[in-house]
């Protein structure tokens, strides 16, 4: 049983003098047990509507979502699950610590689990030090690292993160790559939206393209990062001198040997090849030719 199953989800609003807006069109996907998708688009694209979708928060025109097998309908199909909101805010008279407490009474644990977990968490999201300051005081990225740790606090099986480095600097998104890579390594389940590409690249196993409401691609990173390689970068030394050649993805073997055969020696060997950015720039031109 998959963790998380979307099954041809339609969603459009009434905009501006009711015009309709599509936001999302027949999207499908699955994520399975233990893995870290990552779910990629540009702004407007659809991703809060999916993940709005997917915490029932808004109902789709069609379409179903499960949790675990449960529809999303079925408040029990949340009990697992832990959610982030893009742009969190929450009641600014309470500190962190007793915004944890109440966060964990809601979700039914005891007043020592929720004791010693929250310090736990409030250590590892570096919020120890303001934990008994009201919210009000906090900066932006203090609050996105306590909307990571309320959604931490009942060890979830299942992580929906609407954006979870937006807004952190370059300390506080290596720290939710970090925390994010460790939920792996403990088995759970973690789905978040992103326009960052390079986010993607480094901490999911299989990504999503979602461009004007349409899953556009889904595949693993490595595969999308192995089709994308172009060519090699060759760093030898030959007759004492330092050289770098440009080689062709299919000539590798080749060039290699006969170097080696000449006697040169090979220091480097540097994989050349689209990054998940080109992959999205692509997607998007396509897109764009689409429409034109
Ligand atoms: N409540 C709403 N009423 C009308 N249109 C909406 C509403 N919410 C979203 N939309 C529109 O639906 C489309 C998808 O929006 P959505 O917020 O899901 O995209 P997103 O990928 O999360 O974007 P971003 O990265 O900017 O947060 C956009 O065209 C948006 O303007």
Known sequence: MNPLEIDRLSKTYRGKRLAKVAALSDLSLQVGSGEVFGFLGPN???????IKSIMGFIR???GTVTLFGKPVQDPASHLRVGYLPENPSFYDFLSAREYLRFVGRA???DAGAIASRSAQLLELLDLAGAADRPMRGYSKGMVQRLGLAQAM??????????EPMSGLDPVGRSLVKEIIR?????GKTVFFSTHITADVEVVCDRVGIVVGGRLRA????????QSG?????LQVTRGGAQEELQVEKAQLQQVLSDLVAAGATIDRIEPQRKDMEAFLLEILAHQHDDRA
């Open 60 to 62: 789709p025109d069609a």
């Open 153 to 162: 606090l009942h060890d979830p099986d299942l992580y929906i993160l609407d």
């Open 44 to 50: 407007g694209a659809g991703k809060s509507t999916t």
């Open 218 to 225: 889904i595949d693993s990173v490595a595969n999308i990062l």
């Open 229 to 233: 390689l172009e060519g090699y970068l």
């Open 107 to 109: 979700f039914g644990m």
């Open 182 to 186: 460790d939920l792996k390594r403990r």
